[in-house]
């Protein structure tokens, strides 16, 4: 994928009077092709849809003014102004009334190629989801997760809109496979890979072939199976995972929580994932402490046993459901008798 640079002025006017040639023809009963050939126009640039979208928020201004016009009420035109100012006003509210109706057809098109034919698909807290999408491929949805699925005859696009997602890809050379995280957009062929996005940053893991990444002006031609990266707005940081990482970020997948000495703090932050009332954590010496293993997502409370088996920690459940983590202070006999 190439990164966009903003054209010239020249460009920019070439591609709103294609815009206005393609409407104008949308506006006179198009044949099915046509519809197909505006469309591809479309999606052939993305300045075309950022074009678009501008018109969009034009448009949706004008209909405000609109709106808040049609309360006001004015005197009879004959005693505000003479018949040359009422004619050149009746001009100017042709005109105005023309670029109304082009900036509707703009929005309706908008809408109509943005929002139909999207498959939506999320799931609860707690609940992990395989759907299989139409041309093969898998999309797997971790817990509290949503995306939207949209394949037209030039593309498969899925749009993660939060939560983590993964994807195993059906190879099809004449239409690409691209996953949009926020600013970043992931394109892959056959390939398999996984889109957790975290606050600050969105995680890419590669199992499988190789994917391109675009993020705002930079673009990461080629992350590997075995690699990772790190997407920010303007950044990509690669990295090389060991196999016990992706096999960590990846245990998801197979119903499991696995950790690999994550302080406690961490590790709570996993469990929350899948829990409608959360782990809690009652004192700070509890935070830094450590632990490993591989724990069902359905069942935190082998999670919470461990802890307590094998760390100076002790759990106290909440009439609502949660669990606080407070530090256990070793007895006074126990001490005495490892002094002695």
């Given amino acids: 994928m190439q990164a966009w640079v903003p054209g010239s002025s020249e460009e920019r006017s070439r591609i709103e009077a294609e815009a ?20 591809a126009w479309i999606e052939s640039d993305p300045r075309h849809a ?34 040359a100012q009422q004619a050149r006003l009746s001009r100017n509210i042709m005109v105005a009334a023309a670029a109304a109706v082009l900036l509707f057809i703009v929005a309706a098109i908008v809408t109509i190629h943005t929002f139909s034919g999207v498959d939506r698909y999320e799931t609860a807290v707690g609940e992990i989801r395989d759907i299989a999408l139409a041309d093969g491929s898998g999309l797997h949805l971790n817990s509290g997760s949503e995306a939207e699925v949209r394949f037209t005859d030039n593309g498969r696009r899925v749009r993660v809109l939060h939560g983590e997602a993964s994807f195993r890809v ?7 496979f691209e996953v949009e995280a926020r600013s970043a957009v992931i394109r892959a062929t056959g390939t398999a890979f996984n889109v957790r996005m975290r606050d600050q940053l969105i995680e890419l ?20 199976a075995g690699q990772g990266a790190i997407i920010r707005p303007q950044t990509i940081e690669l990295t ?31 469990f929350n994932r899948y829990r ?43 009439e609502d459901g949660s669990v606080m983590l407070l530090y256990r202070d070793e007895p006074a006999e126990s001490a005495k008798s490892k002094a002695l």
């Fill in 20 to 39: 206005a040639r393609l409407l104008a023809r949308l506006h006179c009963e198009p044949s099915p092709e046509e519809e197909s050939e505006i469309c």
């Fill in 50 to 83: 950022v074009a678009f979208a501008q018109a969009e928020v034009a448009w949706e201004s004008a209909d405000r003014l609109k709106s808040a016009a049609a309360e006001i009420r004015l005197p009879p035109p004959e005693l505000m102004m003479t018949e």
């Fill in 170 to 176: 059906a190879h099809e050379a004449d239409r690409a």
């Fill in 205 to 224: 893991t590669v199992t499988e072939g190789s994917v391109s990444v675009h993020a705002g002006d930079h673009v990461l031609r080629r992350v590997s």
């Fill in 240 to 270: 090389r995972l060991d196999p016990g990482l992706v096999s960590q970020r990846t245990a998801w997948r197979e119903q499991m929580v696995e950790l690999n000495g994550e302080t406690i703090e961490q590790a709570t932050q996993e």
């Fill in 276 to 318: 409608t009332a959360p782990i809690l954590i009652g004192d700070t010496r509890v935070s830094g402490l450590r632990i490993g293993g591989r724990f069902r997502i359905s069942d935190s409370g082998e999670f919470l046993s461990a802890l307590q088996a094998s760390l100076p920690v002790r759990a106290v459940n909440g």
